[in-house]
């Protein structure tokens, strides 16, 4: 059990375009879910945390009109990029916490690789 | 405060050793320390973890020490084999917290 689905996988779109990746949580429910980024070589940095039915709380530093985060249900949170430009390449990750478990509940998703031209 | 701090950056091991891997906290009110791995082009997956009222966890090849006073733990994988090659992440959470608090990685290459 505890499967987290991310789609696209990678995905290649043209620079000022937006781009949508869901991520879903198969076999639970995730009251909360986590937007990653990392860079080649690095260690995974978060962007912002959502909230079934509630807006996202974004770190510092990361644009929230640039990265929009809907957690719509209790399964499913997309990040859209908008208005992406080569600097937003970057593999993106989600996580989601199964309800109640805190942080012994994390899933991670296979990731989705950007790539802006 | 809030930082996890990871050693090495990268390992190479041979076949059938030890590989070991080392991580630092400062804050006290971490209670769950979990170490993924990460293959290239992959998200992470949850390796082994273990709370602070614990000295030591082991399933399979995969061992974490945890030195409560000294504020470290250490993943040890026995017998290390060419799939293990991979990037390993230390982690800690905050009591009641949401956020994982992730160190800065080790890429380890089994060498056959």
């Known amino acids: 059990g505890a499967v987290v689905s991310q789609h696209p996988s990678w995905v290649i779109c043209k620079s000022g375009t937006s781009v949508k990746i869901e991520c879903r949580s198969l076999?639970?429910?995730?009251?909360?879910m986590f937007w990653y980024r990392q860079f080649p070589k690095q260690s995974l940095m978060l962007m912002a945390t959502?909230?079934?039915?509630?807006?996202?709380?974004?770190e510092q530093g990361v644009e929230k009109d640039k990265f929009l985060i809907n957690h719509a249900s209790l399964t499913l949170s997309t990040l859209t990029v908008t208005s992406a430009h080569p600097e937003d390449s970057s593999f993106y990750i989600c996580?989601?916490?199964?309800?109640?478990?805190?942080?012994?509940?994390?899933?991670f998703g296979s990731g989705t690789r950007l790539t802006v031209v | 405060q809030q930082q996890v701090k990871q050693s090495p950056q990268s390992l190479i091991v041979q076949k059938g050793g030890i590989s070991i891997i080392n991580c630092a906290y400062e804050?006290?009110?971490?209670?769950?320390f979990p170490w993924y791995q990460q293959f290239p082009g992959k998200g992470p997956a949850l390796l082994i973890a273990?709370?602070?009222?614990?000295s030591e966890k082991k399933e399979g090849r995969f061992t974490i020490s945890f030195n409560k006073s000294a504020k470290q733990f250490s993943l040890h994988i026995m017998d290390s084999q060419p799939g293990d090659s991979a990037t390993y992440f230390c982690?800690?959470?905050?009591?009641?917290?949401?956020?994982?608090?992730f160190g800065q990685g080790t890429r380890l290459t089994i060498n056959p």
């Open positions: 996580s989601a916490q199964r309800t109640g478990l805190g942080a012994y509940g994390y899933t």
């Open positions: 076999d639970f429910q995730a009251t909360t």
């Open positions: 959502s909230n079934e039915g509630s807006k996202a709380t974004y």
């Open positions: 804050n006290t009110a971490f209670d769950y």
């Open positions: 273990i709370r602070p009222d614990v």
């Open positions: 982690a800690a959470s905050l009591q009641g917290a949401q956020k994982l608090v």
